[in-house]
């Protein structure tokens, strides 16, 4: 399983602004999906306000499709209660993410979602190891990184793959660190990274270099994904340190 696909979606966040203040559909949906942890149901509220816009003719526009397939990819991993409930909005976000690839080729955050939402959707599917599916996510990811090659999701995400494929399938942990610690680099308070090469560091029997990692995490004092820290990341850094207590 790539665990590093929610985290990337969930870091996409835009740049901070005043729910007040917004004046587009697509300000006021991203402003209540930047404070979802406060109230879950903000992402309901803004998945409906896309939609209604889509609905009224913002179907072509790029930037309203990419808010609109954030709101689902949400939906599917913090509100829905059924793994049909899950699959089915992980498969609009996919076709929403589709349709903006058609309408911007060269934009790296179209490309980039549509991999987050392809491996969330085969993930829940069961189909993320197949031939198939990890061949279209690696393409949108390699896609994503010619178009953008400082993209710290797509790092992440090229780091996801190469740590938990086998190496006869492509794995490679040496590339999953690079990329993990570019990542590190271009944001050193995207502490959902720290989570990842902690994973890679245990995986190698590394525990000395995972705990530093996520004691990061937990000692983090302005996360740059505040939600994605306080509602994920906090919980899990605790779990993974718990279970490596006693690994020397």
């Keep these: 399983m790539l665990r590093a ?6 870091a996409l966040v835009a740049a901070a602004a005043d729910p007040a203040a917004a004046q587009t559909p697509t300000e006021t949906a991203r402003a209540l999906l930047r404070q979802y942890q406060d109230d879950p149901t903000r992402i309901d509220r803004a998945r409906d306000l896309l939609e209604a816009a889509v609905a009224k003719g913002a179907g072509n526009d790029v930037p309203t499709l990419l808010a609109l397939t954030r709101a689902w990819f949400l939906y599917g991993e913090e509100r829905a ?11 609009r976000a996919r076709d929403l993410a589709k349709r903006a690839v058609e309408l911007a080729p060269k934009d790296p955050d179209a490309h980039l979602w549509y991999a987050i939402t392809l491996g969330t959707w085969s993930q829940a599917k069961g189909l993320l190891h197949s031939a198939l599916a990890l061949r279209d996510l690696r393409k949108e990811v390699d896609v994503v990184l010619q178009l953008d090659p400082k993209n710290i999701e797509a790092h992440v995400m090229a780091g996801s793959i190469a740590r938990e494929l086998p190496i006869l399938l492509g ?3 040496k590339e999953a660190e690079e990329h993990f610690k570019t990542a590190q ?18 995986n190698q029997g590394r525990y000395t270099e995972a705990r530093r990692e996520l004691q990061s995490v937990l000692n983090e004092k302005a996360p740059t994904d505040r939600p994605r820290w306080t509602l994920k990341e906090v919980p899990r850094a605790r779990q993974m340190l718990e279970s490596i207590r006693d690994k020397n």
């Design 5 to 10: 696909l929610p985290f990337v979606a969930v």
């Design 171 to 173: 794995g490679d942990r």
């Design 81 to 91: 209660k059924t793994t049909e409930a899950k699959i089915a909005a992980y498969e």
């Design 185 to 202: 680099r271009l944001d050193p308070r995207l502490t959902g990274v720290r989570i990842e090469l902690a994973e890679l560091y245990i």
